[in-house]
């Protein structure tokens, strides 16, 4: 397997990672909150050996090598970098691979500009954070707040495999370390004084102040009309709770796939494979795959 080719998107704005032949059908891919292009070091080169395509993992504004934002961010931000890369690699519509977060960015873009989207291929993530209406006042509360407070400096460590750990034990899932070694690794830069310190921009840990409410990410959700597939950790984020399941309820024509492995499962040496198989499989059995790999 061949490494990933470094890429410079919407004016240098974005930083990209790139794996298989520019000339093959591309997908887009979409990593989670705090991680960057690296949550796709594993899984994209075995796609890419099964398919033949290439995937192009951007690294949201303010994640990995890509520039901050002037202000605070909003999921809705996202959704701007997705089509501004989109539109730098010359897709109309496009197959969104995405993970957590870019799962809820790609389900809203789904929603709102189908036209654009060829297929969701969705890593333990299901549209996006909702706030009910009745808390909609204390939501806005955490977010002024937050943006008022002076920003904490960026953390620094000694060396990266104390990055490594601290990511371990305090990121905001949980991940073992060789699933978090390449999202630390992209995210690291050297100082003079022998020292790594984050790259992330500081102001993605303040609060949001405006959520959609819950109805409003299920009638996204409910929208969306193209093939779709959802790969869920048995130990992942969804689940079997009551959100999780009225969310894959009212996606017409979603199919799930549950495979032993956690949050980062994409990420995870021991289910990676697994992870892989499952979405070349699905793909394969997409109507129109056949004329279009007899029409490569």
């Known amino acids: 397997m061949t490494g990933p080719c470094e890429l410079r998107l919407a004016d240098g704005r974005l930083a990209a990672l790139a794996w298989g032949e520019p000339g093959a059908p591309t997908w887009l891919a979409l990593h989670g909150w705090l991680d960057n292009a690296a ?3 594993r899984l994209a080169p075995r796609l890419v050996e099964r ?10 504004s303010g994640h990995g090598h890509s520039a901050p934002l002037p202000g605070d961010y909003a999921i809705w931000d996202y959704c701007h970098d997705l089509l501004d ?4 690699l010359g897709l109309t519509r496009v197959t969104l691979l995405a993970h957590s977060m870019g799962a809820g960015v790609a389900c809203l873009i789904a929603a709102a500009l189908p036209e654009r989207v060829e297929a969701l291929l969705l890593l333990d993530g299901l549209g996006t954070l909702t706030t009910p209406a009745e808390q909609a006042p204390a939501q ?5 707040m937050g943006h008022r407070r ?3 400096p960026t953390p620094r460590y000694p060396d990266s495999e104390s990055a490594v750990a601290a990511r371990v034990a305090g990121g905001a899932t949980p991940i073992g370390a060789e699933a978090a070694r390449p999202l630390v690794a992209r995210n690291l830069e050297a100082r003079d004084d022998g020292h790594v310190q984050l790259r992330t921009d500081g102001r993605l840990l303040r609060p949001s102040p405006v959520r959609f409410c819950p109805e409003q990410g299920l009638a996204m959700l409910a929208a969306i009309r193209c093939p779709a597939l959802l790969v869920e950790g048995t130990t992942g984020i969804l689940g079997e709770g009551e959100r999780a399941r009225l969310a894959r309820g009212v996606m017409p024509g979603l199919q799930r796939r549950v495979l ?12 990676v494979e697994a992870v892989a198989e499952v979405i070349a499989d699905w793909h394969r059995m997409m109507p129109g795959q056949d004329d279009q790999e ?3």
């Open 140 to 144: 806005l509360r955490r977010g002024l």
């Open 294 to 296: 007899e029409g490569r």
């Open 260 to 271: 032993d492995g956690g949050h980062h499962l994409h990420l995870e040496p021991e289910a």
């Open 150 to 152: 002076p920003l904490s």
């Open 39 to 41: 949550s796709f070091s």
């Open 51 to 60: 398919l033949g395509i290439r995937v192009v993992a951007i690294d949201f």
């Open 85 to 88: 890369a989109a539109e730098a």
